[in-house]
């Protein structure tokens, strides 16, 4: 088992992030390469609360049921694969979109799956709804093409509304609840890591931004926009000395600090009625913080370490588990507003791919496509037999081994290219117990993937994953 050393105070920040590098340590290859770990969730508006949807390292997961059973969705009947974490957003009529490197795509059963040929060609960096649901925005740009915003409305017309400035990489997009008309947007200049805060009030149609004299360089993440002012904006920034929340109450001309650890804050979720959120560290040292009033002032609630939060109707709230073992804790809930965290399920526990009837066919996200990659995914995402001791569904350690569990531990899956083109070579391999890990690494992980694949790929955690 990786025991992670707390680094020197100025890379603290980045320490949670090591457990995304694992597959970096380990002498065979998981699935399309990658540690599997929960990255992003999102539920329907204005629903139950019972379907949920979760952006994993290797697919989607969907949930029927609050999150007692999940079916998989692979990436490739998706239109992605490899180590593109596209964002994602739900509409009310429980449609998932998600955004792709050149395009843009939607289900809703996780069968068929359709093509918004609008946007094709276009880098989908982050997708979001209004409070309703009705209305879907998404923010595209890359090296080689101009940012841009678009509005899809009621209707299901795709529409530009405006572009972004010159050099610059877009990072994360809201809507102003009490006013529709009103957009932020964040990015930075290509080549810089200083956060920017841009602001609309014609609907995307013209946008306007200034620099800012906070103290560190870093991205910003579009946390929530007040749901009463629409010039109140949180936000969250991460550094190389830790990550902060930021309150500007006057749209981007000044800034205030809510909130400040010393670690990668990969969480934030808002209520549903945008009254009450929460920030959540990687590290469970510094754990979960809550704030009743509108983001004025966080408290600390729990030690737990999350990977990324979600508030669902019904008081729950979700949260993307950080496993330092394979098999271990994928999922975790809180039903008393994040005092205790549970976890739920474990990759090992999902069901398989969805259910698509007799008929689905090899494009369909159900179909054979991701049925025949299935048994090699569940073989990457579950402990080996000979792992060792078991864990408990709480991520302890269990009383005795799941050796026993085929559920659990599968036997190894030969070498070979799997359907949706990852490749699996044996069984994972026990992490190495040594600081693997160096601080020159850290901020690779964060800012270096906005140079690979033709210099147009960044790290597409975002206000998705990160929250």
Same mark, same amino acid.
């Given at each position: ?198 602001? &609309?009030? @014609?609907? *995307? +149609? !013209? ?10 360089? $870093? %991205? ?113 809930? &809180?039903? @008393?507003? *994040? +005092? !205790? ?10 069901? $398989? %791919? ?114």
């Amino acid at each position: 088992m990786l025991r992670l050393r707390r680094l020197p105070a100025r890379w603290s920040s980045f320490a949670s992030l090591a457990t995304l590098a694992f597959v970096c340590s380990t002498r065979d290859a998981h699935a399309n390469g990658r540690f599997p770990l929960a990255q992003a969730i999102e539920s329907v508006p204005g629903s139950d609360g019972s379907t949920i949807f979760l952006r994993a390292t290797f697919g989607v997961l969907v949930s029927r049921d609050a999150g007692k059973t999940w079916h998989w969705i692979c990436e490739r009947a998706l239109g992605y694969e490899g180590a593109w974490d596209p964002p994602i957003a739900v509409t009310h009529d429980g449609r998932l979109w998600v955004g792709l490197e050149r395009g843009l795509v939607s289900t809703v059963d996780g069968c068929t799956v359709d093509t918004s040929h609008e946007l094709d060609g276009e880098q989908v960096k982050d997708l979001t709804v209004d409070p309703k649901g009705d209305t879907l925005w998404a923010l595209t740009g890359a090296p080689d093409k101009a940012g841009a915003i678009w509005r899809r409305d009621a209707a299901g017309k795709w529409q530009r509304m405006g572009g972004m400035p010159e050099n610059i990489n877009p990072m994360t997009i809201e809507v102003a609840p009490s006013r529709p008309s009103r957009i932020y947007v964040t990015g930075q200049p290509y080549g810089t890591v200083r956060g920017w805060l841009w602001r &609309s009030d @014609d609907g *995307g +149609k !013209t946008i306007t931004g200034a620099k800012n004299d906070v103290e560190n360089s $870093g %991205p910003f993440f579009i946390a929530a926009v007040d749901p009463k002012d629409p010039n109140r904006v949180l936000l969250r920034h991460l550094h190389t000395t830790g990550s902060t929340v930021l309150v500007t109450p006057d749209a981007g001309k000044t800034f205030k600090q809510v909130l400040s650890m010393e670690s990668a804050m990969f969480g934030f979720a808002k209520s549903p009625d945008g009254l009450v959120y929460f920030a959540g560290s990687g590290l469970p040292e510094h754990g979960i913080y809550k704030s009743e009033d509108r983001g004025e002032h966080f408290e600390r609630v729990t030690n737990h370490g999350v990977l990324c939060l979600h508030e669902a109707p019904g008081d729950h709230l979700f949260a993307c588990e950080n496993p330092a073992t394979l098999g271990g804790p994928g999922i975790g809930l &809180s039903t @008393d507003r *994040g +005092k !205790t965290m549970n976890a739920i399920a474990a990759f090992p526990d999902i069901k $398989g %791919p969805v259910a698509c009837g007799a008929d689905a066919s090899a494009a369909d996200a159900g179909g054979a496509l991701c049925a025949d990659a299935w048994p090699e995914t569940r073989a990457a995402v579950s402990p080996r037999r000979d792992a060792g001791a078991g864990r408990s569904r709480d991520g302890g350690p269990s009383e005795t081994s799941d050796a026993g569990d085929a559920r659990m531990q599968p036997d190894a899956a030969p070498t070979r290219r799997s359907a949706c083109g990852c490749v699996v070579v044996g069984a994972p391999a026990p992490f190495p117990d040594r600081a693997w890990l160096t601080t020159g690494l850290l901020p690779l992980l964060v800012w270096g993937r906005a140079r690979s694949r033709r210099g147009s790929r960044h790290d597409q955690s975002g206000k998705r994953s990160l929250r």
